[in-house]
C-alpha cells in the first residue's frame, strides 16, 4: 500500500516544522491570552488568582482611537501595497529573465541594511531639517513651520515602504506563472482590456494576492517600531500600547489582554474563510461536481 | 460565393525576419480554409493577425467588406481555439463556455439556454460543471471550440487545434470538426503542418512556406498539380525528375532526362523544345511488376532494382533504382499473399506509368529535394557506393 507509506513519511517530515511550530508559537500564544486572565502584581509580575478585570481596562476611553487607527493603517497600507504591487508584478513578469532577475535583486538589496537603520532613514528623511521636508520648503510646496514627521501619514508611508517588498514577491510569482495565452484568450472572447486584467489575470494571480494581504496585513497590525520612531503620540498604534503597559506600566496582564484582542482580529477572519472553503468543498463534493 | 475573408498584401517581420512577405489570400464563405506549411511558415501569425493578436507592417485584412486590420481583437467578429486550448483554470465548463457572453452582457436566462446548446453539440452536457482540468485532452479541446463557437463569429480561426491530441482521437476530432462545422455554417480558418488533417477538412488550401504562399487550391489540386517543387514534397510524397525537352506535340511531348531515359508527359504548360523542365510523379502513379506488362501507347516504362521494401499492410513501398535515380513507388495490394511473386530485395522490376501521371512544376528548388522520403542511412550509403563502384 504506497499510499499509506507515503502518508506516514509525510507525518514523519512534518514533525520537526510541527514541533518548532507548537512549542514556540502555539504553547506561547496559549500562555499569553491565559495571562490576560491572570491579576497584575503590584511589582510588575503576575498575580495568582484569575480574573476578567484585564478585559474591563479594555474598555480604557483612549483605546477605540488607538485599535481603529491600526485597524485603517493597517487596511490602507495592505490595499495600497496591493494596488502597486498588482501592476508592478504584472510587468517584471512579461521582462526578460535577465531584467527580471535585476529587478529583483534591486528589490531584495534594501533588506540587506537593517530594519531599525531603514526606519531611523525616514525619520532623518521626514525631519524638519531633513532632506525632502528642506527641499519641499525651497520649492514653496511647504511651510517650515508644518510637520512631516510624527504623523499618522508618516507612519503609514513607512509601513507601505517597509511591506511593499513583501506584497511584490508573492503577487511576481503568481504573475511569473500566470499563462498569458489567457489574456489573448479573453481579449479574443471580446473582453477589454480592462476586463481581461480584472476576470482573467487577478483570478489567475489569486492564491499570490492572498499570500500578499496576509504577509503584509498581519505584520502591520503589530507594528511597533515604525509608529513607534516615526510616529508621535498622535499616531499610536495597539502595538506600541502593548509595549508601553510591558515596559513602562509593568502591567504583563493588560498587555496579555491587548495582545490576545491582536490575536482574535487576525485568527476570526482566517477562522470564517476556512469553514466557508470548507463546506464550499464539502457541498461541491456531495453534488458530484 | 462572395469573398468573405480578404488579406492584401500582409507583410509582418519580428527584428529582422520577415516571417510573412506580401501574402494575398481570399476565403469564401461558409468554407474551411486551410493555412497549410511546415513549422515556422508563417501560418500562426497570419492566423493572429486575423484575430487582432499581432498588427501586420503592411497589408489589410477585410472582413466581410469591412477593414478590420487596426481593429483591436475584442472588437471583431471573430473568435480562436487556441493551440493549448488557452481555457480559463479559474472557470469550470459552464463559464468558460458562457464567458464571451458574459463580457457582452447577456441575460442570465439566455446564458444558460445558449451554453447548454452548445454543450449539446460538443457532447459534454454531464460535464457542465467540471474543473476544465478535471478533462481529458479532447473534451478540452472540444470546450475550447464552444467557448469560441457561442459568440457567432463571422468567422472561426484554429491554430493547430488537433496537434496535442494522440493519432485515433485526432481522427475521431477531425470528424467531430467536420459534423460542427456542418451544422453552423461558420466559416473556418484552419491553421495545420498536417497535410493529411489539411487534405480531409478543406475545401480550400494555402501552402505556406518562408512566408510565402507557395499555392492556393483544392485538396485536389493541391495533389494532383502542385506548383512547386516544395508544394510537391510538402504534401504526400513524390519523385523530381529535371528533364530537357527533345520534342513537342500536342498535347504530349518528349523530354530527355539525364542518367533515366526518355519519358512522354502531357503538356501541363506552355514548352518550348531544348527547354529545361522539372516533372513530379507521386509514387502511387508507377505500378510495379517483375514481368514486363504490355502496354499501349503513351506509356513509360524502365527496368530497375528493389533496394528497400517497406510493408505498410494496405500497400508496400519501394524504392527502385533506375539508373542515376533512386525512385520511390507505392504498390496497393489487395490480395498480397496472391500477388504473382512476392517481390523482393535485389529484384529486377519493371515501373510503368502513364504519359498523364507525370506533373510538370512551374517552380523548382534544389532544397526541396530534402523533404522526400529517403530508405533509411544504413541503404542510402550501400546504394550511393554501389554506384561509386559502377563508375
Known amino acids: 500500500m504506497p499510499g499509506i507509506k507515503n502518508k506516514r513519511n509525510e507525518m514523519l517530515l512534518t514533525i520537526p516544522s510541527a514541533g518548532w511550530l507548537i512549542l514556540f508559537f502555539i504553547i506561547p500564544t496559549v500562555l499569553v491570552v491565559a495571562m490576560a486572565f491572570r491579576n497584575a502584581d503590584p511589582y510588575g509580575g503576575i498575580g495568582n488568582s484569575w480574573t476578567l478585570d484585564t478585559f474591563r481596562d479594555l474598555g480604557n476611553p483612549d483605546y477605540p482611537s488607538i485599535i481603529w487607527r491600526t485597524f485603517w493603517l493597517s487596511l490602507v497600507s495592505t490595499a495600497v501595497c496591493i494596488v502597486t504591487a498588482i501592476p508592478a508584478g504584472y510587468y517584471i513578469s512579461r521582462l526578460s529573465r535577465r531584467y527580471q532577475n535585476i529587478i529583483l535583486l534591486l528589490v531584495i538589496v534594501p533588506f540587506w541594511i537593517n530594519f531599525l537603520i531603514r526606519i531611523f532613514a525616514w525619520k532623518v528623511f521626514l525631519h524638519p531639517e531633513g532632506l525632502f521636508k528642506q527641499l519641499l520648503v525651497m520649492l514653496h510646496l511647504s511651510s517650515p513651520e508644518s510637520l512631516l514627521l510624527y504623523r499618522t501619514e508618516a507612519v503609514l508611508i513607512v509601513i507601505i515602504y517597509s511591506y511593499l517588498p513583501f506584497a511584490l514577491l508573492p503577487i511576481y510569482a503568481a504573475a511569473e506563472k500566470f499563462d498569458h495565452h489567457l489574456l489573448e484568450a479573453a481579449y479574443d472572447l471580446g473582453a477589454s482590456r480592462l476586463q481581461a486584467f480584472m476576470r482573467v489575470f487577478i483570478p489567475g494571480i489569486r492564491q499570490g494576492l492572498l499570500t500578499a494581504v496576509i504577509v503584509v496585513f498581519i505584520p502591520a497590525l503589530g507594528s511597533y517600531i515604525i509608529p513607534d520612531i516615526v510616529g508621535g503620540p498622535s499616531a499610536e498604534m495597539i502595538g506600541n500600547k502593548i509595549a508601553q503597559r510591558t515596559f513602562v506600566d509593568r502591567n504583563l496582564p493588560h498587555a496579555s489582554a491587548l495582545s490576545a484582542l491582536l490575536i482574535l482580529a487576525v485568527l ?12 464550499k468543498e464539502k457541498n461541491s463534493a456531495s453534488l458530484g461536481i | 460565393m462572395e469573398d468573405f475573408l480578404v488579406f492584401e498584401g500582409i507583410s509582418k517581420s519580428f527584428g529582422s525576419h520577415k516571417v510573412l512577405d506580401n501574402v494575398s489570400l481570399t476565403v469564401k464563405k461558409g468554407e474551411i480554409f486551410s493555412l497549410l506549411g511546415p513549422s515556422g511558415c508563417g501560418k500562426t501569425t497570419l492566423l493572429r493577425i486575423c484575430a487582432g493578436l499581432e498588427e501586420p507592417d503592411c497589408g489589410r485584412v477585410i472582413l466581410n467588406g469591412e477593414d ?8 471583431r467578429q471573430v473568435n480562436t481555439v487556441f493551440q493549448n486550448y488557452a481555457l480559463f483554470p479559474n472557470l469550470n465548463v459552464f463559464e468558460n463556455i458562457a464567458f464571451g457572453l458574459r463580457i457582452s452582457g ?16 460538443i457532447q459534454l452536457t454531464d460535464h457542465a460543471y467540471k ?25 472561426l480561426l484554429l491554430d493547430e487545434p488537433l496537434a496535442a491530441l494522440d493519432l485515433k482521437l485526432r481522427q475521431r476530432m477531425l470528424v467531430d470538426l467536420d459534423n460542427i462545422h456542418d451544422e453552423v455554417g461558420i466559416t473556418f480558418l484552419y491553421v495545420t503542418h498536417d497535410q493529411s488533417e489539411a487534405m480531409s477538412l478543406s475545401d480550400n488550401i494555402a501552402v505556406l512556406n518562408e512566408g510565402l504562399v507557395e499555392q492556393v487550391g483544392t485538396p485536389a489540386q493541391i495533389y494532383e498539380a502542385p506548383r512547386t517543387s516544395f508544394v510537391a514534397a510538402f504534401i504526400g510524397d513524390t519523385n523530381f525528375f529535371e528533364g530537357d525537352v527533345v520534342d513537342v506535340d500536342e498535347p504530349y511531348s518528349t523530354l530527355h532526362i539525364d542518367g533515366f531515359t526518355d519519358v512522354t508527359v502531357y503538356n501541363d504548360k506552355k514548352i ?23 502496354l499501349p501507347e503513351k506509356y513509360n516504362i524502365v527496368k530497375g532494382t528493389v533496394k528497400e521494401i517497406i510493408y505498410l499492410g494496405y500497400h508496400t513501398k519501394y524504392w527502385v533504382k533506375v539508373n542515376e535515380y533512386l525512385i520511390e513507388t507505392k504498390r496497393l495490394h489487395d490480395r498480397y499473399m496472391l500477388d504473382e511473386k ?6 529486377e522490376v519493371w515501373l510503368s506509368w502513364h504519359a498523364d501521371y507525370c506533373y510538370m512544376l512551374e517552380q523548382y528548388k534544389l532544397e526541396d529535394e530534402a523533404l522526400l522520403t529517403l530508405p533509411d542511412e544504413e541503404i542510402m550509403a550501400e546504394i550511393e557506393s554501389e554506384s561509386e563502384q559502377q563508375e
Open chain 1, 268 to 279: 476570526l477572519p482566517a477562522a470564517i474563510g476556512m469553514t466557508r472553503r470548507f463546506f
Open chain 2, 68 to 75: 478590420i486590420t487596426r481593429l483591436s481583437p475584442n472588437m
Open chain 2, 106 to 121: 447577456v441575460k442570465e436566462k439566455v446564458i444558460k439556454e445558449e451554453v447548454f446548446k452548445y454543450l449539446e453539440l
Open chain 2, 131 to 155: 474543473r476544465t482540468d478535471k478533462l481529458s485532452g479532447g473534451q478540452k479541446q472540444r470546450v475550447a471550440i464552444a467557448r469560441a463557437l457561442i459568440n457567432k463569429p463571422n468567422v
Open chain 2, 272 to 294: 518550348r523544345k531544348g527547354e529545361r523542365v522539372y516533372i513530379s510523379i507521386r509514387p502511387e502513379k508507377f505500378s510495379v511488376s517483375i514481368q514486363k506488362p504490355e
Open chain 2, 342 to 347: 512476392i517481390i523482393t530485395w535485389g529484384d
